[in-house]
């Protein structure tokens, strides 16, 4: 198994621009998540997926969006990116409840000059 | 909401030594808490839990204490060793309930292991 694998790795944008991270996960979990990870600041939540069809906001969801493709799949968009969102961003899957043992993608670092 | 308080931010141990990193969290409800453990360039990685009807967990080198009435848990890694050398995260999730569904992290501790 894989586990959780996202995409791409590093992406470089300009204000403005827009991009989807990709993320993917291989155990048939029901819960998914996207964080951010900033020096200094911990993880927070941006958005999670309690199960397919559903979402809900996190803690920092302004300027994203989300959307829980299938049971596999978790992606998130930046409409038009700006500076402030220079960060590593997580992907995260759970099997159950939300919030329990979750399994972390590598990262995707992200800069928008 | 819940807010995590995690300590030391940076650690420098010699290798052999004992790590323990403590966290406190607020919110008496509270009641599963992970550690994960993140090493450079990846992701946080899961190293071990305890849920709120524990007092104690241990794992090999890894050991992790809660205490429920001082609201506070700590990571305990003994002989400690180079590839222990990583940043560690406590974390705290409250349950069911409203919309408190979300794991709350601390900010993390830089752990150094010297050779």
């Known amino acids: 198994n894989a586990g959780v694998t996202q995409t791409p790795k590093f992406q470089v944008l300009k204000t403005g621009q827009s991009m989807t991270l990709q993320c993917a996960q291989d155990?048939?979990?029901?819960?998914m998540y996207w964080y951010r990870q900033d020096p200094g600041m911990g993880l927070r939540l941006i958005y999670y997926s309690a199960s397919e069809g559903t979402t809900d906001k996190g803690e920092v969801p302004n300027g994203y969006n989300v959307s829980r493709l299938n049971k596999r799949e978790f992606s998130l968009r930046l409409e038009s990116a700006a500076p402030s969102q220079t960060s590593v961003y997580f992907c995260?899957?759970?099997?159950?409840?939300?919030?329990?043992?979750?399994?972390f993608g590598p990262g995707t670092r992200l800069l928008v000059l | 909401g819940e807010n995590v308080e995690q300590h030391p931010s940076t650690l420098s141990v010699q290798e052999g030594d004992s790590a323990v990193i403590k966290c406190t969290y607020s919110d008496s409800a509270s009641n599963y808490f992970p550690w994960y453990k993140q090493e450079l360039g990846k992701g946080p990685q899961l190293i071990i839990d305890i849920r709120s009807n524990v007092g104690e967990k241990k794992d090999q080198r890894i050991a992790v204490t809660l205490n429920k009435t001082a609201k506070h848990f700590s990571l305990h890694i003994t002989e400690t060793q180079p590839e222990d050398s990583a940043v560690y995260f406590c974390?705290?999730?409250?349950?069911?309930?409203?919309?408190?569904?979300?794991?709350?992290f601390g900010k993390g501790t830089l752990l150094t292991v010297n050779p």
């Open positions: 155990m048939n979990h029901n819960s």
């Open positions: 974390a705290a999730w409250k349950g069911r309930g409203g919309s408190n569904y979300k794991l709350t």
């Open positions: 995260a899957s759970s099997l159950g409840s939300i919030g329990e043992t979750q399994y």
